[in-house]
């Protein structure tokens, strides 16, 4: 497998002077049905309001320095258009806003398009599932969603059943999705729009919707890149049996606990020396059990807690 090209649709929040999450309704341009071209960044990059976030578009990208400016440049440009006002780009991905602002219409606007979930489906076998609604919770959720294209070069086994949809799905969860959350532990993403394995078919491969734009901060663009290379070369490490052995059976993760799912498939793998080439599959080999810190319940902290703070805003 090569993967040509990564593309990226993030999401920003945003946060006023005293550093609390502020809607970024007001600063957005373009709707999900008409996305506005960001002239000043060029062909490929383009802005939309997303219920209270910003989101962008990048052009896909075929190297790594390519990806790292897309997004940091995409990211800059958000943060241009709030910091006239003294507004900064939120590094989170979780945030939590007074009610007042989840009362507006675009607050209460969610994805009406169905993903599908690469853990519940196998190999001819697709299970769809809709979009979260948040409505009636504190918080809202802000994703960094991978773009990959890609095409299977590798020659394919005649009995082979693998669905590369599904196997990068699953694989993604395994190089990054468990990882960020020992980076940044966001468990109301774990709930909503990061559930494991949550990915959309595309025409040119396949896109995941698990990561946070947590890390879309420049100091974590590297290693988001290292972690889809890894996966493509584990990818190919893997004989077209593993490859099959990995999406042949489906899942249910509703209690989170993830590296079961891996500690059962990985078992049937006969030759394991695949598993010791990787740090995120180590555990793996034998199969020793790993510790799941995966299993989660959403924080009850509200991090926009003022009791002088009414949640008005402004248009700019």
Request: proline share 6%.
């Amino acid at each position: 497998m090569k993967i040509f090209t990564v593309g990226s649709d993030p999401e920003f929040f945003i946060r006023d002077k005293q550093g609390r999450p502020y809607p970024a309704t007001p600063f957005a341009a373009g709707t999900k049905e008409k996305p506005v071209l960001i002239k000043e960044l060029g062909s490929g990059f383009y802005e939309q309001r997303d219920n209270i976030s910003f989101e962008g578009n990048i052009p896909p990208c075929t190297t790594k320095d390519e990806f790292i400016n897309n997004v940091t440049r995409l990211r800059n440009y958000f943060e241009s258009k709030v910091s006239k006002f003294g507004f900064t780009i939120s590094p989170n991905g979780v945030e939590y806003f007074p009610a007042r602002m989840l009362q507006s219409a675009e607050a209460g606007e969610f994805g009406c398009s169905n993903v599908v979930s690469s853990w519940q489906s196998r190999y001819g076998q697709t299970v769809n599932i809709p979009t979260p609604v948040l409505t009636g919770l504190k918080y809202r959720v802000a994703g960094f969603h991978i773009h990959l294209g890609y095409n299977s070069s590798y020659p394919t086994h005649i009995y082979e059943t693998c669905d590369h949809r599904l196997l990068i799905g699953r694989l993604f969860d395994l190089f990054l999705t468990i990882p960020s959350h020992k980076i940044k532990n966001e468990p109301e993403r774990i709930l909503t729009y990061g559930k494991y394995g949550m990915i959309r078919y595309k025409t040119y491969g396949v896109e995941c919707r698990t990561l946070s734009s947590f890390f879309t901060q420049p100091e974590w663009l590297p290693w988001v890149w290292d972690q889809l290379m890894k996966m493509e070369s584990f990818i190919n490490f893997c004989n077209p049996v593993q490859r099959d052995i990995i999406t042949r059976k489906s899942y249910l993760t509703f209690d989170y606990n993830i590296n079961s799912a891996f500690r059962d498939i990985f078992k049937n793998f006969d030759d394991k020396n695949v598993l010791t080439k990787f740090e995120e599959t180590k555990d793996f080999v034998n199969d020793k059990k790993t510790k799941s810190t995966e299993k989660h319940s959403p924080t009850t902290v509200d991090n926009s807690s003022d009791e002088n703070y009414d949640g008005t805003y402004t248009s700019f």
